[in-house]
């Protein structure tokens, strides 16, 4: 298949026509960015703020220009927008009390076929996230839950370098696409379609723009659990997940020490405002095991998260630790839980993804609605 060229898309989207100016996108300097791996093709379009809600069949005619490519196995266009600095407006009374979702009112974003979204979350990077994320994804398998992993951090992408994934998803018509498998779960990253060492320069919108297609334009099929692996940080991505996908809980990662566990409790102190149910806290590097000598050493001190948990009435789900088979699997591509399923540190994975479940299924409800923000 021959590469899909940047100058290629430019010129399928010069036939693209804003209606209010009667213009080509392209001349208008609508066309931020195009981004080509492989047969896939990411459009960014600069817009007007003011026009954003009244430019989506713009936006969806842009995806069919680009999809009529040759070589093109799917198409995705973003809008984003620049609020340019307004002078102060006259003096008004002031407006009464919002309530509900807030100015925007977002829709809610619907993913058919999974009965449960948890969020794997941090308050801080470097705390061993994503490797937890992972292995307690294929804990849940491992249990006998089916089970999906989204990796929702657009701008460090772990999941293709965790689980060996160089191929690109497929679409089979150009608007879905195919999850990858790997040990059992149904996977998908941006990392899959983007390449490794192409920085996503994008803005908050484009961010969650993209989580959302992620959400809904993937067939992930009939899931117990889709296990979401966050960025790190209280961000645009974490609100967009909090405020507008129905998440049956969040489990928190933090290591021991005070620093790792402040930003923890940021974290969760946001699920706790959006209604999100936390799961519990897992303290990762919760100790060091020399892999020669077998000895311990409490390189960043013990059990700090599990009084965190205490003090602020959470479960505590686990202490996992610092060793360097969960370090060289991880890298690898071979997960822990998958590559030696017999060792201890698999089984601390496995005893987590358990209690993660077990709550889940304490109380079967049906679908927790999507929470809403009440401005006061």
Known sequence: MADITES????????????????????????????????????TLEVDPAR?????????????????????????????????????????????????HGPAAAARIDVPG???????????????????AVNLALGLTANGVATGLLDADIYGPSMPRMLAVKEKPESADGKMLKPIERYGLRTMSIGYIVAEDTPMIWRGPMVSSALEQMLRDVQWGDLDVLVVDMPPGTGDAQLTLAQRVALSGAVIVSTPQDIALIDARKGLSMFRKVAVPVLGIVENMSYFLCPKCGERSEIFGHGGAHEE?????????????????????????????????????AQVYKNIAGRVWKQL????????????IVMR
């Open 8 to 43: 290629a898309v430019r010129g399928v989207l010069e036939t693209v026509i804003d209606p209010a100016t009667g213009k080509n996108i392209v001349a208008l300097g609508m066309v931020s960015g195009i981004a080509t791996r492989g047969g896939h093709v990411a459009v």
């Open 52 to 100: 954003g809600a009244a430019l989506e069949p713009l936006r969806q005619a842009c995806e069919q220009a680009v999809r009529a490519l040759a070589g093109v196995l799917s198409a995705t266009a973003v809008m984003t927008a620049e609020r340019p600095a307004a002078p102060s407006p006259p003096t008004r009374p002031a407006p009464p009390p919002r309530t509900g």
């Open 114 to 132: 999974v009965k449960h979204i948890i969020a794997v979350a941090s308050g801080k990077g470097g705390v061993g996230k994503s490797t937890t």
């Open 309 to 345: 948990a205490d003090k602020l009435g959470v479960p505590f789900l686990g202490e996992i630790p610092l060793h360097l088979d969960i370090r060289m699997t991880s890298d690898s591509g071979h997960p822990i839980v998958v590559s030696k399923p017999d060792s201890p540190h």
């Open 361 to 372: 299924t304490a109380n079967q409800r049906g679908p927790r609605p999507a929470p809403k």
